[in-house]
């Protein structure tokens, strides 16, 4: 029981007596047994609804026997490779006969091979595309900040102007009256 041997529980009921005295000790040996009992019914309990409400026994089927589960997944995968091979080299087959006789043009250019980009160098060229963006961005926002202050000054201007056009007509207008009285 517990794993505590003979010498252990004399000790135990020793310190006991010691502790609570021998009038008090068989009303507390009473109250841990009903907390053990209430434990271990607790215990019960809660395995019973892990059995039944958790526990799926269909879900043990996969793992009865693994192997046949890895067959099924193996013989799946085959099955599409197959596939995949047969779509390829029908592929394959429809690229060799259109270009089966290629120009005169076409065979003297030497052919490319298009080489991967590797992690960094997509990366740097995406920085750089960005970067030119950005660049192109702020262009046209210094342009269009341009053109708004353009436009502001050419309406400054023509509010000037009309303000100056009549002080300008009222020395005009006086000119031509001492024009007139002059010449009668």
Same mark, same amino acid.
């Given at each position: 029981?517990?794993?505590?041997?003979?010498?252990?529980?004399?000790?135990?009921?020793?310190?006991?007596?010691?502790?609570?005295?021998?009038?008090?000790?068989?009303?507390?040996?009473?109250?841990?047994?009903?907390?053990?009992?209430?434990?271990?019914?607790?215990?019960?309990?809660?395995?019973?609804?892990?059995?039944?409400?958790?526990?799926?026994?269909?879900?043990?089927?996969?793992?009865?026997?693994?192997?046949?589960?890895?067959?099924?997944?193996?013989?799946?995968?085959?099955?599409?490779?197959?596939?995949?091979?047969?779509?390829?080299?029908?592929?394959?087959?429809?690229?060799?006969?259109?270009?089966?006789?290629?120009?005169?043009?076409?065979?003297?250019?030497?052919?490319?091979?298009?080489?991967?980009?590797?992690?960094?160098?997509?990366?740097?060229?995406?920085?750089? !595309?960005?970067?030119?963006?950005? +660049? =192109?961005? *702020?262009?046209? &926002?210094? /342009? @269009?900040? $341009?053109? %708004?202050?353009?436009? #502001?000054?050419?309406?400054?201007? !023509?509010?000037?102007?009309?303000? +100056? =056009?009549? *002080?300008?007509? &009222?020395? /005009? @207008?006086? $000119?031509? %009256?001492?024009?007139? #009285?002059?010449?009668?």
């Amino acid at each position: 029981m517990f794993g505590i041997g003979g010498f252990e529980l004399f000790l135990i009921l020793l310190f006991g007596f010691l502790l609570f005295g021998p009038d008090k000790l068989p009303a507390m040996a009473k109250t841990l047994g009903k907390a053990i009992g209430k434990f271990r019914n607790a215990q019960e309990e809660m395995n019973k609804v892990i059995k039944n409400e958790v526990y799926d026994p269909d879900s043990d089927e996969p793992f009865k026997n693994p192997l046949d589960v890895m067959e099924k997944a193996a013989d799946a995968g085959k099955k599409a490779a197959n596939g995949a091979s047969k779509a390829v080299n029908s592929a394959s087959k429809a690229v060799q006969a259109t270009h089966s006789a290629p120009s005169k043009a076409a065979s003297q250019q030497p052919r490319t091979v298009a080489k991967q980009e590797s992690f960094s160098e997509r990366k740097a060229r995406y920085d750089r !595309e960005r970067a030119a963006k950005q +660049a =192109a961005d *702020a262009e046209k &926002a210094e /342009a @269009a900040k $341009q053109a %708004a202050l353009a436009a #502001a000054d050419a309406k400054s201007t !023509e509010a000037a102007t009309p303000a +100056a =056009a009549p *002080a300008s007509a &009222a020395p /005009a @207008a006086n $000119q031509s %009256a001492s024009t007139e #009285a002059k010449g009668e």
